[in-house]
């Protein structure tokens, strides 16, 4: 049957010289200028860009035709592990009981409440499916009641571009304010006495860049700046205290972080700083027992520790340990109750909840399985004893507790339901280490039918990110069990660059060391053909964002080990992202990759592993690469310009598509059907990789993977 023929992008060589090297980029054309525009509108996207995109897309769905029942199949799956008039655990606070709720076929939440402990007199917040319709994308970014319960704002981004606008409900008459907050990040609090609102602007190139307080009831004329982020490479957040008793305003960068307070007493004080700004000093700080806690990495505590500090001597010289450091024991967070302060730990891949009473009694909450997510759910209320945590595993679908920390009890609130059933004996979990080229032990979570064999006949799927300390956990899925109940094995390799093995795990994947995060997805893969999971040639290959630049090293390095390799909006134009400072992300991301506009060994480093600049003549396996037209993290052009050059490049016969959603950003489709869409093509073209034998280096060799070209 004759294949539908790849859109060819023209070359425009553009010549970069920098730092005395030079480099030569044939699509750099693919950047509209105007991206900015873009991001607020994408419609405004430059004609031949469009052309060339929709050209690609159309390519990529004839390609992808003969799986389109398949898709459907797989969309209807996961549609039915969902329950669609699902309702999350009602939260307390005060008088009301908050929640949010779906409807039989919504895309989108209502959020509402009711009388503290009642099933009856809802009162609803906000209609998110109702406020969606007619337009292609709309998500909500934060929402929240006042504390005295009078008002409710809500952050929206109806582009993808993630510039939101917060709007305020004045509950009492159901009007919405007529005036709201324009280009905020979405970011937002109440000040404790609800009198005002706290808001973070995102400047016309996508940063974060100060905080705002309105009046609740105000207008942008009524707007005072109360932070200035003098730092274009710092992120800025905004909160309280557990105790309500102080605003804290955070900001930071991947290695170095500071902190504003402000009394909620006196809530239009100016802000006081914690402690100065020093390079590589990360701290945040928590509010509890008359004294300040500092969550903190000082005087290398690698996986940080607990600090204590008088509340009116804040500088570092009066922080004292109050939980030393303990080297593979990641303090990931804290929180602070009336009586009780609270910790989540990560050691060797699983957390733990650590909660101390008043007084030191310690005692900590933790599961038996072999792999398994634990994580603290959040909640409005101080002075109770009550903890709600998440608790789920690859093959144990969630479930919320409520943990008396008096009593240690614990009561099941909610497990999550499967109308099309579930049974989690028919799985198994299995946490595997693989051992790196420096002789570093690599976790492996794996998710497969128990009655799989481990002769290597099993097709895999092979996931991975290993950026900025996220860990992947090993959660529980309704997605990737249609490619389980397919006979596939579901493997997350836990590379260097995330925090599963603590902080320590993050920096030997970052920087100069950021090469391991590439060679461990590729021992992983090996230790697990070698113990029969699967097979070179048989394996699909998925990241997204940062993990995408992990999928496009990977595929330069070892190429014969993948069916296909899906690539979801990619982050693979290292060099020239890292050299652009007008992008959204690249000042705040140069502690993370490096500066290649004045630093030689950065730019040598990122020029020796950046996916785009290290496309070579070989044959590459099937490539899926997707993207969001408004996208402000990895812009549109990664994965085009990507694409563009794999297709030239490539010398095997296997086909390299991609998917721009016109519609949509970083997170794909806003509604949680539609998104499923996206992820049941993701799945479809594994499965499809496979059967066409896109293995052993591009070359189509057909279902057996194991033959010669």
């Known amino acids: 049957m ?103 076929g919504a895309q989108h939440p209502v959020h509402a409440r009711r009388p503290r402990g009642a099933v009856d007199g809802e009162v ?44 305020i409900k004045d509950l009492a008459t159901g009007e919405v304010l007529p005036e709201p907050v324009e280009s905020s990040t979405g970011s937002f609090t109440w000040s404790p006495c609800s009198q005002y609102l706290f808001w973070i602007w995102r400047d016309d190139n996508g940063r974060p860049a100060k905080v705002y307080r309105r009046p609740a009831r105000g207008g942008a004329a009524d707007d005072v700046l109360v932070y200035d982020e003098p730092d274009e490479g710092f992120f800025i957040s905004v909160g309280t205290t557990g105790s309500d008793a102080y605003i804290i305003i955070g900001s930071g960068d991947h290695e170095t972080s500071e902190t504003q307070i402000i009394p909620a007493g006196d809530p239009t004080a100016a802000p006081v700083n914690f402690h100065p700004r020093e390079n590589g000093l990360r701290y945040d700080v928590e509010h509890w027992d008359g004294q300040f806690f500092v969550h903190t990495n000082a005087d290398e505590a690698i996986d940080f520790k607990v600090m204590t500090t008088p509340l009116d001597d804040t500088g570092r010289a009066h922080w004292r340990d109050w939980a030393p450091h303990k080297p593979g024991r990641y303090v990931v967070g804290i929180g602070a109750f009336q009586a009780y302060f609270v910790q989540l730990v990560r050691e060797n891949a699983l957390n733990s909840i650590v909660i101390t009473a008043k007084g030191g009694e310690e005692h900590a909450i933790a599961f038996d399985e072999e792999a398994f997510a634990l994580n603290l759910a959040g909640g409005y209320e101080f002075d109770t004893t009550t903890l709600r945590f998440v608790y789920e595993s690859p093959t144990t679908p969630r479930q919320w507790f409520d943990y008396d920390m008096a009593t240690r009890a614990r009561t099941l609130r909610k497990t999550q339901e499967i109308p099309s ?192 600049d290290n496309i070579t003549a070989q044959p590459y396996p099937a490539v899926l690469a997707t993207g969001g037209l408004s996208d402000p993290r990895v812009t549109y052009w990664e994965p085009a310009k990507w694409v563009a050059k794999l297709r030239e490049m490539t010398t095997g016969e296997a086909p390299i598509m991609l998917k721009i959603n016109m519609e949509a950003g970083h997170g794909g489709a806003s509604g949680r059907f539609d998104f499923l869409k996206e992820i049941a093509l993701d799945y479809a073209f594994a499965v499809w990789a496979v059967e066409q034998g896109w293995g052993l280096s591009g070359m189509l060799v057909g279902n057996d993977a194991g033959g010669h070209a």
């Not at 480099?23 to 004609?47: E, S, T």
């Not at 994308?137 to 504390?147: F, K, L, T, W």
């Open 2 to 104: 004759t294949q539908p023929k790849p859109p060819v992008a023209p070359k425009h060589p553009k010549r970069i010289e920098q730092l005395g090297r030079v480099r030569i980029d044939d699509y750099a054309w693919l950047k509209d200028d105007n991206w900015q525009a873009v991001l607020r509108d994408p419609q405004v996207v430059r004609a031949d860009v469009r052309e060339h995109l929709v050209a690609e897309n159309a390519y990529t769905e004839a390609m992808l035709a003969p799986t389109t029942a398949l898709q459907a199949a797989m969309f209807e799956e996961m549609k039915g592990r969902i329950k669609e008039d699902d309702s999350s655990v009602p939260s307390p606070d005060g008088p009301w009981d908050y929640y949010a709720r779906y409807a039989i």
């Open 124 to 167: 609803v917040l906000l209609d998110e499916d109702a406020e969606s319709k007619g337009k292609a994308y709309y998500r909500v970014g934060g929402a929240e009641h006042s504390p005295d319960h009078g008002l409710y704002a809500w952050a929206v981004d109806e582009q993808g571009s993630e510039v939101y606008r917060i709007l």
């Open 421 to 612: 059933g579930h049974d989690p004996a028919l799985y198994v979990t299995r946490r595997l280490f693989a051992k790196a080229a420096d002789g570093a032990e690599v976790p492996i979570t794996v998710l497969m039918r128990a009655d799989n064999p481990l002769d290597g006949s099993a097709p895999m799927l092979l996931y991975g990110y290993g950026s900025y300390g996220i860990p992947m956990e090993p959660s529980f899925s309704i997605r990737n069990l249609s490619l389980v109940d397919r006979g596939w094995i579901w493997a997350t390799a836990h590379v260097r660059g995330g925090s599963e093995k603590g902080y320590g795990w993050f920096l030997d994947g970052r920087g100069p060391k950021k090469p391991n995060t590439f060679t461990d997805f590729i021992a992983s893969a090996e230790h697990l053909t070698a113990n029969g999971y699967g097979k070179a040639g048989r394996i699909v290959a998925y990241g997204g964002s940062a993990g995408g630049m992990l999928m496009g090293a990977i595929a330069n390095l070892r190429p014969d080990l993948w069916a296909g390799i899906i690539g979801a909006v990619p982050f693979v134009d290292v060099l020239n992202t890292m050299s652009d400072i007008s992008l959204p992300l690249t000042p705040p991301e140069w502690p993370e990759w490096g500066n290649p506009l004045e630093d030689v060994a950065a730019y040598d480093l990122i020029a020796g592993y950046s996916p785009y």
